[in-house]
T-cell receptor, first 113, second 117 residues
């Protein structure tokens, strides 16, 4: 079985400050980890993924995430948040055997001007 | 980047009727597509895996006779909500995997809002 936990329902930051959205995972095999962003009434947009290789993954819109195997974490980060980053963020995981994604509950990010 | 299109984006139907939602991969072939359901401010719940040319695989608790899935071509999967009831009102999202590309990324459609009145 595979699962994802996003411990924070909401994250609030001021524009220009660093943004971190936390994610921990549980998977039986090798984890394939993803971050998606969802704007109101829209589908999910892919931000970045970790499959193998370098633990620090860089993605779209200045986001990055660090894979930490010992802590089973894959936190999303952005050095300087923008108001336009305000959205709902989902962490997702699958193991290598199929393509079903398990999603976290989501974290609402609000960036204030 | 890869594009997945859903149609309609919004639909209102009467109780007891059926409604069909289409999911198309516009610039790639997808032997596998996925259908999710999302309630407001909640996470996505996987309903079923749609397989081109074969029967869909439904998750536990999802009624296959109520949520009919057809994946007749490599670029189109449809979800038909049969005998719809107000509790079926939800945001339905599909996703697809690019069969030819081993990059493991799953691309999502823009979602379809279903309101049953």
């Amino acid at each position: 079985a595979q699962s994802v936990a996003q411990p924070e329902d909401q994250v609030n930051v001021a524009e220009g400050n660093p943004l971190t959205v936390k994610c921990t995972y549980s998977v039986s095999g090798n984890p394939y980890l993803f971050w998606y962003v969802q704007y109101p009434n829209r589908g999910l947009q892919f931000l970045l993924k970790y499959i193998t290789g370098d633990n620090l993954v860089k993605g779209s819109y200045g986001f990055e995430a660090e894979f930490n195997k010992s802590q089973t974490s894959f936190h999303l980060k952005k050095p300087s948040a923008l108001v336009s980053d305000s959205a709902l963020y989902f962490c997702a995981v699958r193991d290598g055997s199929d393509y079903k994604l398990s999603f976290g509950a989501g974290t609402t990010v609000t960036v204030r001007a | 980047g890869a594009v997945v299109s859903q149609h309609p984006s919004r639909v209102i139907c009467k109780s007891g009727t059926s409604v069909k939602i289409e999911c198309r991969s516009l610039d790639f072939q997808a032997t596998t597509m996925f259908w999710y359901r999302q309630f407001p401010k909640q996470s996505l719940m996987l309903m079923a895996t749609s397989n081109e040319g074969s029967k869909a695989t439904y998750e536990q608790g999802v009624e296959k006779d109520k949520f009919l899935i057809n994946h007749a071509s490599l670029t189109l999967s449809t979800l038909t909500v049969t005998s719809a009831h107000p509790e079926d009102s939800s945001f339905y999202i599909c996703s697809a995997r690019d069969t030819a590309y081993s990059g493991n990324t799953i691309y999502f459609g823009e979602g379809s809002w279903l309101t049953v009145v």
